[in-house]
């Protein structure tokens, strides 16, 4: 069995776009098959001091880069975080590693 898989999204300024990350990250997870996760999602500053708790960090890429070192997990950066495809590639590699 699995264990919980944790992420985090994070935008930079705040809820509402990291809410809607939040949102498609479970949607892409269920589309590959991954049944246990839990999704939190903050902004970038907050991850700052959470990252660490996670297994996966996802932003965007050019905030990514303020998070490295802060988390033993994975980074994703993306290019649209809208692009529920671009979404679900990257984790969708990132999964089968982990896995």
Do not use: P, W
Not at 20 to 37: N, R, S
């Amino acid at each position: 069995m699995m264990e919980m898989l944790k992420i985090l999204a994070a935008c930079g300024n705040g809820m509402g776009s990291s809410m809607v990350i939040k949102m498609k990250i479970e949607k892409a997870l269920k589309e590959i098959g991954v049944t246990t996760f839990k999704v939190d999602y903050c902004s970038v500053g907050e991850a700052k001091s959470q990252a660490g708790g996670y297994d996966i960090v996802v932003a965007s890429k050019h905030l990514i880069h303020e998070l490295d070192g802060r988390t033993k997990g994975e980074l994703v950066g993306l290019d649209n975080l809208m692009d529920d495809v671009e979404i679900k590639e990257k984790l969708g590699s990132l999964v089968s590693e982990v896995g």
